[in-house]
């Protein structure tokens, strides 16, 4: 097997999986909305909103995609684009990338945004198609050039010609629509908001366990490894984070001539995407907490989760070995919610596959190496200790 990865493309943020997990409801919610459109060519709108790293892009490609193909075997010419406006500055910006869409050698200038309006009728005329758009982070769109662009396409038809626009607006923001004039407003009613709540962990474990079954050859990702990396991604909600993790983790397998990821990989990565603070708070632990840190991070140097025994009795030999008393079992019980406070450490109870209920810990955001290497140079290990 040559390196981890089987295509690295799945990884993508531009990739857009056949179907997305956990997304049902929002998916069937869309596809209730634009019902009008295939059935009457009615057009629709609709406004997602959402927490970064929710779905909302993701879900709004693969819904454009799917409509486009379902009217296609209907018989009717359904064509969309989507924008960012972040990317996009302004209205005219916006409205030149629309128009490539149609015709990517459209001059970037020369053009005021009446005559760009008329060329894109005249396209969709001409094309016999109706046009989807949607506006990705509209709030920077509406920032900067208010919402005539917005109130353009909701009145679309009213302006005469054969050619129809349905408007798909994204923000992370639930009041964006409240930057609208009123008459572009009254088009998103209630009903046609659709919100994205932040993934919880179970959710993010199904979404990295799908996306290395994409992108790494099999048996390339243990399933310990998906379960660290959906704990690295929980307490945002961020499948981007899963996705983001899994590229730097399969990247720091290969950099090694591993045949797989390891929890160690993981950990590196997640350094990477989601930097810390962590020298300031190892620099503010005493003694005894950096013994019962070190103890865990020996443990985990060769796997994801350590259970608490494990961690106990590497720490009562840490202390043998730095001539320190161990505490006993209730006090270090105490550091262990300590460490886990300050995130340098993740305990939580265990899950399916492990006998009785136990706490199993992980350390998240540093390589169990390295965090090895520095506790025992602040303890001032001695030369030569095992």
Request: proline share 3%; glycine share 8%; hydrophobic share 40%.
């Amino acid at each position: 097997m040559a390196g981890v990865f089987r295509d690295r493309g799945r990884l993508s943020f531009d990739f857009v999986p056949d179907r997305l997990l956990h997304r049902d409801r929002q998916m069937q919610r869309l596809q209730s909305l634009f019902r009008p459109l295939l059935q009457a060519s009615t057009p629709s709108t609709a406004f997602l909103h959402g927490f970064v790293g929710s779905g909302k892009t993701h879900l709004s490609r693969r819904f454009t995609m799917d409509f486009a193909k379902a009217a296609a075997e209907a018989g009717k010419g359904v064509e969309h684009v989507l924008v960012n406006c972040r990317q996009r500055m302004g209205d005219d910006a916006v409205l030149l990338a629309i128009l490539k869409k149609f015709d990517d050698r459209f001059p970037d200038r020369g053009f005021s945004m009446t005559e760009k309006l008329q060329t894109l009728r005249g396209q969709l005329e001409r094309h016999k198609v109706h046009l989807i758009v949607t506006l990705d982070e509209i709030d920077t769109l509406l920032k900067k050039s208010g919402p005539h662009l917005v109130y353009t396409f909701t009145r679309w038809s009213e302006e005469g010609g054969r050619s129809t626009v349905s408007l798909i607006l994204i923000s992370q923001k639930p009041d964006a629509l409240e930057k609208l004039d009123a008459a572009s407003r009254s088009t998103f009613r209630r009903g046609n908001v659709v919100e994205f709540p932040k993934y919880d962990r179970r959710e993010l474990r199904d979404i990295a366990r799908l996306r290395a079954d994409l992108a790494f050859h099999p048996g390339a990702v243990p399933n310990e490894v998906v379960d660290l990396v959906a704990d690295a991604a929980a307490e945002d909600g961020d499948a981007r984070r899963v996705i983001e993790i899994l590229l730097y983790a399969g990247q720091a397998a290969e950099d090694e001539g591993a045949e797989e990821v390891g929890a160690e990989h993981v950990r590196e990565a997640t350094g990477e995407v989601h930097p810390t603070y962590a020298e300031e708070r190892l620099e503010g632990l005493d003694t005894t907490r950096k013994l019962v840190l070190l103890a865990i991070a020996r443990k985990a140097r060769k796997k994801a989760y350590v259970t608490t025994g494990e961690a106990e009795d590497a720490y009562g030999l840490a202390c043998e070995e730095f001539g320190e008393k161990k505490r006993a079992h209730t006090q270090f019980w105490k550091y262990i919610r300590e460490l886990d406070a300050l995130g340098l450490i993740e305990a939580k109870l265990s899950g399916e596959g492990v006998v009785g209920k136990t706490t199993i810990i992980s350390v998240p955001e540093i390589p169990a190496k390295t965090l090895v290497q520095r506790l025992e140079a602040s303890l001032g290990k001695r030369a030569g200790a095992k």
